[in-house]
C-alpha cells in the first residue's frame, strides 16, 4: 500500500483512492477489458476534510472515517493526481454507501 499524501481537503471534501475491481467475477466470469476500464465508483477513504460547518459555525461530523471502504457517485468526484498516484476528492455527499458497516 502507498503512503499517506500530503494533502488535506477543505471543509466537507474528502479523499478517496480508487480500489481496482475484480476482473473476475465468484462464478469464474472473466470481465472484459471494457468494463474494466470504467471509472471507478468504489474507494478507500483517505483523509477527511477541514470539516462543513453548519449555520451556527459549529463542525459538522463526518459519517465515514479514514479507512472506510465507499461506494461514490461516478461522475461527480474530481480526479486528481499526487506523487504519481490517481486520487479523488469529494464530498460527502457524493458517497452513497459505505461497504461493511
Same mark, same amino acid.
Do not use: C, H, W
Given at each position: 500500500?502507498?503512503?499517506?499524501?500530503?494533502?488535506?481537503?477543505?471543509?466537507?471534501?474528502?479523499?478517496?483512492?480508487?480500489?481496482?475491481?475484480?476482473?473476475?467475477?465468484?462464478?469464474?466470469?472473466?470481465?472484459?477489458?471494457?468494463?474494466?476500464?470504467?471509472?471507478?465508483?468504489?474507494?478507500?477513504?483517505? @483523509?477527511?476534510?477541514?470539516?462543513?460547518?453548519?449555520?451556527?459555525?459549529?463542525?459538522?461530523?463526518?459519517?465515514?472515517?479514514?479507512?472506510? @471502504?465507499?461506494?461514490?457517485?461516478?461522475?461527480?468526484?474530481?480526479?486528481?493526481?499526487?506523487?504519481?498516484?490517481?486520487?479523488?476528492?469529494?464530498?460527502?455527499?457524493?458517497?452513497?454507501?459505505?461497504?461493511?458497516?
Amino acid at each position: 500500500m502507498s503512503k499517506k499524501p500530503n494533502l488535506t481537503p477543505l471543509g466537507g471534501n474528502i479523499l478517496v483512492r480508487g480500489v481496482e475491481e475484480e476482473t473476475k467475477t465468484t462464478s469464474g466470469i472473466v470481465l472484459p477489458e471494457t468494463i474494466q476500464k470504467e471509472k471507478k465508483q468504489k474507494g478507500l477513504v483517505i @483523509t477527511l476534510g477541514t470539516g462543513k460547518l453548519d449555520k451556527d459555525g459549529k463542525k459538522i461530523a463526518f459519517n465515514v472515517k479514514p479507512g472506510d @471502504t465507499v461506494i461514490f457517485k461516478k461522475y461527480s468526484p474530481e480526479e486528481i493526481e499526487v506523487d504519481g498516484e490517481s486520487y479523488f476528492i469529494m464530498s460527502e455527499e457524493d458517497i452513497l454507501a459505505v461497504l461493511g458497516k
